[in-house]
Nanobody, 117 residues
Framework: QVQLVESGGGLVQPGGALVLSCSAS????????MAWHRQAPGKQRELVASITRTGTRTYAGSVEGRFTISRVNNIAMTYLHMNNLAPEDTAVYYC???????????WGQGTQVTVSS
């Protein structure tokens, strides 16, 4: 049974930072792209960042230069370092896995990130 479990969300002030973690189990990570998506209230879910097994990264334009995605394959962990957070980053963040970052096969349950003063 594949499980993706996110942690690290919370409330942070504008300009602050958070690190999200995703633990994967029950899945062979070879040829799997790990990704973070987010969904803000009233908006469609969007791809935030992705990373291949060999470390090729992509970012949404709105987070480029502020967010960094990374993964440690031997412990099946994926991270999203988020800096200089803004209120528009408020959303539920989802870890996702699959051969394509835009159409993942597996999803985590999501973790809430709220940026507010």
């Amino acid at each position: 049974q594949v499980q993706l479990v996110e942690s690290g969300g919370g409330l942070v002030q504008p300009g602050g930072a958070l690190v999200l973690s995703c633990s994967a189990s029950g899945i062979n990570l070879n040829n799997i792209v790990m990704a973070w998506h987010r969904q803000a209230p009233g908006k469609q879910r969007e791809l935030v960042a992705s990373i291949t097994r060999t470390g090729t990264r992509t970012y949404a334009g709105s987070v480029e230069g502020r967010f960094t995605i990374s993964r440690v394959n031997n412990i099946a962990m994926t991270y999203l370092h988020m800096n200089n957070l803004a209120p528009e980053d408020t959303a539920v963040y989802y870890c996702a896995a699959g051969p394509s970052p835009t159409h993942p096969t597996y999803w985590g349950q999501g973790t809430q990130v709220t940026v507010s003063s």
